[in-house]
């Protein structure tokens, strides 16, 4: 009998959950749209109905319309507020702040949270906990995006123009060029702020009991200065132009693999009460595919279709960024002597005026050296050994399937027979990329 043949590992019985039961009237509510959380904040003590798994089903069913739907509600409220306190700062900032989290996007943060709770046995006790730490994923993600375009200078997300773009263009008229420009920056740097602080406020107002909230609080906690971390890892790899292949791994561990995949993982199950067995398995999983994620979004950068991809190819080697891709092919072309490879590597990176024909002469050089299949193929083996960290985790069966599918449409890979779970293969491992020494891990 194969792996995947095998019968589900038991689930453990969760302890008795102290909180007072969500009424199945209020979930239903959020799961058709007809209420939002903040309504529903307001509503007096209301007597318990008996649950039922139809509100449950209805969110199973489309996660991201179900966040949708509690960040219109949120947003709605906090975009009138901002207007009350004065009506540009409302239009010109808190609008676009909700309009590029409600827009765009496949809220797959929010979607790992939710499967990884119901993986874990979570339901309709925890369920509009689950929906609205998605949300404030979401609101994260914008400060994030908002953010990371002023310090790339990208000018173009998710196939419109960038928030810092988008206000210089509409102040065009009435402010000078480069002073313009610096507005722009600023107001989203501003907006970035704005996105983060909703994002707590929601955190903040998540319902659930005393542990749970001091686990969920110590990741969120966590994940936020991860983040910054990451990001400076990145810049600073620019203005050093260190392209090292350890060093570009670790950046894309911090900066995207944590809080992309893992965090959201284990947010999950710190709200459906997991196990430490689970949790570390859900964990462990994520890490592995986040950094294929991250892998997979370099790749895109430089060879994806802009239609698809929503900004121009090759903004990555126009902003210089030590990506593992380029690191790999300097690697090679150093130790192959390509003087030709090393030669275009290094007038092209972090040249933000570089045509087309340069940049498919980069793109010949990534395709040459190697990087390109090196990269592919080191995606493959972090998504399976990540399939194999999920599949070592007594979960829900529903929940594991669509966590699969979720964690190999991240990774942009197709989803294989599951394995059971063995050692580790060889190579870096993800765990010890955040630690000491991990410069020294080998390329």
Do not use: N
């Not at 058709?32 to 209301?46: I, K, T, V, Y």
């Not at 069913?61 to 507020?81: C, F, I, Q, T």
């Not at 529903?398 to 580790?424: I, K, Q």
């Amino acid at each position: 009998m194969r792996p995947t043949e095998a019968t589900e590992p038991p689930v453990p019985e969760k302890a008795p959950d102290p909180r007072p039961e969500l009424p199945a009237d209020r979930l239903h509510a959020i799961a058709d749209g007809r209420r939002s959380p903040g309504d529903l904040a307001q509503d007096p003590p209301r007597p318990q109905v008996p649950r039922t798994c139809e509100a449950l089903a209805a969110v199973d069913a489309d996660v991201p319309a179900a966040v949708g739907r509690v960040l219109d509600g949120l947003l709605a409220e906090r975009v009138e507020r901002s207007a009350g306190l004065d009506p540009v700062f409302g239009r010109d900032l808190a609008e676009r702040v909700a309009r590029c989290t409600t827009e765009g996007g496949k809220r797959m943060r929010s979607q790992f949270v939710w499967w990884a709770l119901r993986a874990c046995g979570g339901g309709t006790d925890e369920a509009e906990a689950a929906l609205r730490v998605g949300a404030a994923l979401e609101l994260i993600q914008t400060c994030a995006l908002v953010h990371d375009d002023v310090m790339d200078s990208s000018r173009m997300r998710r196939g419109r123009l960038a928030l810092h773009a988008d206000v210089t263009a509409q102040y065009a008229d009435a402010v000078q060029a480069d002073r313009g420009r610096r507005f722009g920056e600023a107001a989203a740097i501003l907006a970035g702020d704005l996105a983060l602080a909703w994002a707590d406020d929601t955190m903040a107002a998540v319902e659930t009991d005393p542990v749970t909230a001091r686990a969920v609080r110590d990741l969120w906690s966590t994940m936020r200065t991860e983040m910054v971390a990451g990001q400076y890892l990145d810049i600073h790899g620019q203005a050093t132009s260190s392209l090292s292949v350890a060093r570009a791994l670790r950046a894309a561990c911090l900066k995207s693999a944590l809080y992309s995949v893992e965090r959201p993982l284990a947010l999950g199950a710190a709200l459906a009460g997991a196990d430490t067995t689970r949790s570390a398995a859900l964990c462990s999983a994520g890490r592995c595919v986040g950094i294929a994620f991250q892998l997979r979004d370099d790749l895109a950068d430089v060879f994806g279709d802009p239609r698809h991809t929503g900004k121009p190819a090759g903004g990555d080697i126009r902003a210089g960024k030590p990506t593992y891709l380029v690191a790999v092919a300097q690697a090679r072309a150093e130790a192959t002597g390509d003087v030709h490879g090393i030669s275009v590597l290094r007038r092209s990176l972090g040249r933000a005026d570089l045509c087309e024909s340069r940049l498919d002469e980069v793109r010949d050089v990534l395709v040459d050296t190697g990087a390109r299949d090196v990269v592919e193929a080191k995606i493959d083996r972090l998504v399976a050994r990540g399939m194999r960290h999920l599949d070592s985790a007594a979960l829900e069966p529903d929940g594991r399937r669509r966590l699969r599918r979720l964690l190999h449409a991240s990774a942009g890979t197709t989803p294989t027979p599951a394995r059971g779970p063995c050692a580790e293969e060889g190579g870096t491992s993800p765990a010890l990329l955040l630690a000491t020494g991990a410069e020294g891990a080998r390329r």
